[in-house]
């Protein structure tokens, strides 16, 4: 096989995993997993989660001793005498220093303990809100997913009916054509097949845009090949229905995150309330510093003999001077480095004690401050679980209301179809015109379409109740 037939193989597999991609159909768990990884949302409150994070991690070293090192050298321009000559002229003096310091919170009012608890708070309410977010993508998938699958029932049943009466079209232009009937019929069959296309129209219209509608909330661009899979979903009546609304109503206090996050914002006032009134208590702090310095400067390292007698005082009486004989200092320079770091050292600790008397009564302010918010989210918790409880008893009072509307649809279609069939009886023997025939096939056709609206209702409201029970949206990672 010559390159070219490789390449073209090559690029004939290429394209076949192309279409193959473009053709794949998604199923509601793809979608969901899809939305929520590409979800920009999502994308952004995971990094403050991560933030968060990071902040605990601070809350929890701030236990540790503050720890650093300094040193300096420093030039000081001075004007002095000569240790040698006695000249006094400007002299450049250098020295280094260099120290170790370590210092520890002993006492602090629980500062600490209580700063990192509200890290520790503010890290679960960054996760809950990941998943408040996530499941607010899930409802729209899971609406958007329902409606494609609702869609595409609707064309089929459309597609049905249009070939129904095409056919219809061609019994009764042969039975035109041979006399039994009025041309006007023919007038009326082609005016149903004409409005059977237009509702097929619209509802493949209607199925493009439900399309459309999901693929760009996956973010997906190519949605042109852009499907779903087919679901045949069985409709029975909500085994949640056997539960009264106050039980799906405390199991949805216990796992729903908006309540977990409003009982967190609770948790979280609390511990500013708690941090605040630590301004009042006293703090103790243990500290030790560890220092040595170097002088950069000549040094007296011994003495010499001058030759002379240096008079250093008379003997009483006599009046006789005392002699010795004359020393000079002899100078070297300054001692080493490290040897002056050795000899220069010093060590300092000890503790430090404040206790806070007077701040122009910010501590005392900045406490009621504190106190007030957390009235506030109190209030807001109390709200939330008030919302949560009307929305639960909606739920639940329209999902069973969707399955009654589905049941009656039912019915509805089943006497639509009978009256439909019995009507096709009748015309067949000229008891009734094409006109009245029409009229029952209208009614049958929209006893579809309302069969298939009320399924889809109830299948998205029994999700939003199972929501509420503590059901899942989607798979965790």
């Not at 000249?87 to 629980?110: A, M, N, P, Y």
Request: aromatic share 10%; charged share 20%.
């Amino acid at each position: 096989m010559n390159s070219i037939q490789i390449y073209g193989s090559f690029l004939v597999f290429m394209l076949t995993l192309s279409v193959g991609a473009q053709d794949k159909k998604w199923t509601l768990d793809a979608c969901i997993q899809h939305a929520i990884e590409h979800n920009i949302s999502v994308k952004q409150i995971e990094i403050n989660e991560q933030n968060k994070s990071v902040n605990l991690d601070l809350a929890k070293y701030d236990f540790l001793p503050v720890v650093s090192v300094n040193g300096n050298h420093s030039w000081t321009l001075i004007d002095q005498p000569d240790v040698q000559t006695g000249i006094i002229g400007q002299r450049t003096l250098q020295e280094s220093t260099v120290g170790l310091s370590v210092g520890i919170d002993i006492i602090d009012g629980l500062q600490k303990q209580k700063k990192l608890a509200k890290a520790r708070l503010e890290h679960l309410a960054s996760i809950y809100s990941i998943q408040k977010v996530k499941e607010d993508i899930a409802l729209s998938v899971i609406n958007s997913y329902l409606q494609i699958i609702f869609n595409k029932e609707l064309v089929h049943t459309n597609e049905v009916q249009l070939a129904y009466d095409k056919s219809e079209e061609t019994r009764v232009q042969v039975l035109v054509t041979a006399g039994v009937v009025p041309a006007g019929d023919l007038l009326d069959v082609k005016a149903t097949v004409a409005s059977s296309t237009q509702r097929l129209i619209s509802a493949e219209n209607e199925l493009i845009i439900a399309k459309l509608n999901l693929a760009q909330l996956l973010q997906i661009r190519e949605y042109e090949r852009f499907d779903v899979v087919d679901s045949d979903y069985q409709i029975t009546e909500s085994e949640l229905m056997m539960y009264a609304p106050e039980d799906i109503a405390l199991r949805a206090f216990e796992s729903l995150t908006n309540i977990k996050t409003a009982e967190v914002n609770v948790a979280l006032a609390e511990k500013n309330v708690q941090i605040s009134k630590g301004a009042y208590y006293p703090t103790l702090t243990g500290f030790y510093n560890f220092g040595s310095n170097v002088r950069y400067q000549d040094r007296i390292v011994g003495s010499t003999a001058t030759g002379q007698l240096d008079q250093v005082g008379f003997v009483e009486g006599s009046g006789q001077r005392v002699l010795r004989e004359g020393q000079m200092s002899v100078y070297g320079g300054p001692e080493s480095f490290f040897t002056q770091l050795d000899h220069n050292k010093n060590s300092t600790f000890g503790l430090s004690l404040t206790i806070p008397i007077f701040n122009g009564m910010k501590a005392r302010k900045t406490v009621k401050l504190n106190q007030l918010a957390l009235e506030q989210v109190q209030y807001e918790k109390e709200a939330e679980e008030l919302k949560l409880e009307q929305l639960v008893f909606k739920a639940y009072t329209d999902t069973k209301s969707s399955f009654q509307s589905y049941e009656a649809s039912v019915v509805t279609l089943e006497s639509r179809e009978k009256s439909l069939e019995y009507a096709r009886e009748r015309y067949a023997v000229g008891l009734i015109n094409i006109f009245e025939l029409n009229q029952n096939q209208n009614l049958y056709v929209t006893a579809q379409s309302n069969l298939l609206k009320a399924k889809y209702d109830y299948i998205f409201k029994n999700r939003i109740l199972e929501y509420y029970f503590g059901v899942p949206l989607f798979k965790s990672n």
